[in-house]
């Protein structure tokens, strides 16, 4: 899928991150339209979470540029138009929260400074756990959950945001068949609506069944593009040590 740039939502250019004197970004960029789905793959430490938490703006950078549906990071988010959705949450599980009031903080953007939930806000909330396929749990604790119904939980806050930019994570890690079906098939769904999506994953395997395009990352972006063009022996090395990326094209079988 060729980028839309009429229909740009995330534009990252040259960004440049680090934590004290460690570069954990140099000069990564990356272009993504509207209802387009990317898979960030990447070693561990080679900058996935930092970027997307530049994209955030949780991160500050010291270098480069990052716009979303063309406005900065912080009046974005403000709009709601970003969803980010962790590898691992803050949220204390032994805290008596039910899943409907976490999936309620995606609604926080859009109250006042009471958060008195409206009616738009409820229906919200509902409409994202149900897709998410946690219904039956709404009002269940959310420490009572499994690790994969807490993701799924998670997912489903940002969903509720209704962001035009969904940033996800390591969405699959730890999570169990059902959760990983239940997430892709929502992926799916999402990007025909037109929400674009950034999914950061180990699994290989799973990424031609969600993702129309890879983005290997390296401290910068080194290679964009389909799946069966980008994970290829070649770009693999490029990203992962030579025992990785051979373990990664074994996982891969045929695709490349």
């Not at 990071?73 to 032994?94: C, F, M, W």
């Amino acid at each position: 899928m060729e980028t839309n740039t009429s229909a740009l939502v995330l534009n990252a250019e040259n960004l440049h991150a680090s934590y004290g004197q460690v570069k954990a970004l140099t000069g990564a960029s990356l272009q993504l339209s509207s209802g387009e789905v990317c898979a960030l793959i990447g070693m561990n430490g080679s900058g996935k979470s930092t970027f997307f938490k530049s994209i955030m703006g949780i991160v500050a950078t010291s270098q480069g540029k990052i716009t979303i549906c063309g406005q900065d990071s912080l009046t974005a988010r403000k709009a709601g138009l970003v969803g980010y959705v962790p590898q691992n949450e803050d949220i204390d599980h032994h805290f008596p929260l039910s899943v409907e009031e976490v999936v309620m903080m995606g609604r926080y953007c859009f109250m006042g400074p009471l958060r008195r939930p409206r009616a738009a806000d409820r229906e919200a909330v509902q409409e994202a756990i149900e897709s998410i396929g946690l219904k039956e749990l709404s009002k269940r604790p959310i420490g009572a959950l499994s690790g994969g119904q807490r993701k799924r939980a998670f997912v489903a806050r940002a969903l509720a945001q209704g962001a035009k930019l969904m940033l996800l994570d390591e969405p699959f890690a730890g999570v169990d068949y059902t959760s990983e079906h239940a997430i892709t098939d929502l992926i799916s769904e999402l990007a025909e609506q037109n929400t674009t999506l950034l999914v950061s994953t180990h699994d290989l395997t799973a990424v031609p069944k969600f993702a129309h395009k890879v983005a290997l990352i390296n401290r910068r972006i080194l290679k964009v593009g389909k799946p069966t063009e980008t994970l290829t022996p070649e770009h693999l090395l490029a990203a992962f040590t030579e025992s990785t990326a051979r373990s990664a094209q074994i996982a891969l079988g045929g695709l490349a």
